[in-house]
């Protein structure tokens, strides 16, 4: 058995507040339920919710750990009475619901994945948060089928670069709006057919131009996008809206749910419970992991920062100036 530390770096939120709040700390290392693994963590990805959470507008679910943090790769180090199939040694990738940044982890095993041998362990700590999410809700939820047509707002962020190339590999068509024209050709060079700088064009027009209609939208804006959303989707198509940055409250016509035969839903992964979470890798094992095994999908890495940096990791996820994803290093990926 692997002797551990008594104790393990972490980054703490101090206060509510900028990102200037994040401090190191040192903590006792969690302890694991009969249903968890240890993971000594080598990497763990940055994610807008970190961001909020930061800004105490985002709180751990109860039980939860208050280390930010909800994805993490890294090495198997203790195993709980009742896990199976996982053992000391063993790289995996995870979904937490806080506790990430740090260099020790707890989780319960059926959130884990395995790392595919094409992946580094940075590269496989950007995975879990945005295929956990892009799968649960476009696939699962928003049901896309191949030779279907996704439209992927905010599509250069972790979640869009994502959400483009499980779509494209899925053998739909789809279209993406960004912020730039960098950006919007990110997002082309994943697999979007064309995408839409959405500061100086009207994305309802150009798409209704380009593609007639889309059958499944995924956006993370909300606010007045709500409506260019509705007349964008085609008969009984999806919406499907996991974040609302752009505000949470907007006006619907209900008309055009009625007439169109429209879905429009959402979620929040953070606080289902394991089960939950475990039926959603066990249908995203069976059909995404095979593409990232393959290289068809990888996840897109901006940069690779110390622990120690993960306030001037979120100022970068605060000024929307992040392609991808951003991964805080805690120790040698060759570890």
Not at 91 to 99: E, H, M, N, R
Not at 195 to 203: E, I, K, S
Request: net charge negative; glycine share 10%; aromatic share 4%.
């Amino acid at each position: 058995m692997t002797r551990l530390p008594d104790n393990m770096t972490a980054i703490a939120i101090t206060e509510p507040g900028g990102p200037d709040v994040l401090q190191a700390v040192q903590l006792p290392l969690p302890t694991i339920s009969d249903n968890e693994l240890m993971i000594k963590v080598i990497a763990a990805g940055v994610n807008r919710p970190d961001c909020l959470q930061r800004q105490g507008l985002y709180p751990p679910p109860p039980g939860a750990s208050e280390i930010p943090g909800l994805e993490v790769a890294g090495i198997v180090v203790a195993t709980g009475a009742n896990t199976h199939r996982y053992q000391e040694g063993d790289k995996v990738c995870a979904l937490l619901t806080g506790g990430g940044y740090a260099e020790y982890c707890a989780v319960p095993e059926v959130q884990c994945l395995p790392v595919p041998a094409s992946l580094s362990l940075q590269e496989a700590a950007a995975v879990p948060e945005t295929f956990f999410t892009v799968w649960s809700n476009v696939f699962m939820r928003g049901g896309l089928q191949a030779g279907e047509t996704l439209l992927v707002h905010a599509g250069a962020s972790g979640i869009g670069t994502t959400a483009i190339q499980l779509g494209k590999a899925a053998g739909a068509t789809v279209y993406a709006t960004a912020g730039s024209d960098e950006k919007c050709a990110l997002c082309e060079s994943l697999g979007a057919t064309k995408a839409f700088n959405y500061r100086d064009t009207d994305f309802l027009d150009a798409i209704k131009s380009e593609a007639g209609g889309v059958d499944v939208i995924l956006d993370i804006v909300g606010g007045d996008y709500l409506a260019k959303n509705m007349k964008l989707l085609k008969a009984d198509g999806r919406l499907v809206i996991i974040a609302v940055l752009g505000g949470a409250k907007a006006e619907v016509n209900l008309a055009q749910i009625l007439m169109k035969r429209l879905t429009v839903t959402g979620s929040t992964l953070r606080a289902r419970p394991p089960e939950v979470k475990a039926a959603i890798a066990t249908d995203m094992e069976a059909k995404a992991w095979p593409w990232l095994a393959d290289g068809t999908v990888r996840p897109v890495l901006q940069d690779v920062m110390p622990l120690a940096d993960a306030g001037a990791a979120q100022a970068i996820l605060d000024a929307n100036t992040v392609r991808g994803k951003i991964v805080l290093s805690v120790a040698g990926d060759s570890e």
